[in-house]
């Protein structure tokens, strides 16, 4: 499963998703999102490769940061970690 936001890897909204889904059984939660708060900016998506890295959510759950939009951060998990049976979303 692919956990990612629009508000940023250590926005603490991501952090809150993270903690109700490790809950469910059998479920390996992969976390990628903008390395910052990219709010508003849903519709817009980088031409080419972005760079990411290694980073971590607010309390210390590994992710990678994308430096783009939150769509970049979606297609870089896809391209690289996927493909995943659900993406969720949120702050």
């Known amino acids: ?14 952090d809150a998703l993270v903690t109700g889904l490790s809950g469910l059984d059998g ?6 999102a903008p390395a910052e708060n990219q709010s508003g900016t849903a519709m817009n998506l980088t031409d080419g ?11 210390g759950v590994a992710a990678t940061a994308v430096d783009g939009f939150p769509a970049d951060a979606v ?5 690289n970690d ?3 049976d659900l993406v969720v979303s949120g702050s």
């Open 82 to 84: 996927g493909p995943f």
């Open 75 to 79: 297609r870089w998990a896809l391209a």
């Open 49 to 59: 490769d972005v760079a990411a890295g290694s980073a971590t959510t607010a309390s």
């Open 1 to 14: 499963m692919l956990v990612t936001n629009d508000d940023g890897v250590d926005a603490p909204g991501i």
């Open 27 to 32: 479920v390996e939660i992969v976390v990628v």
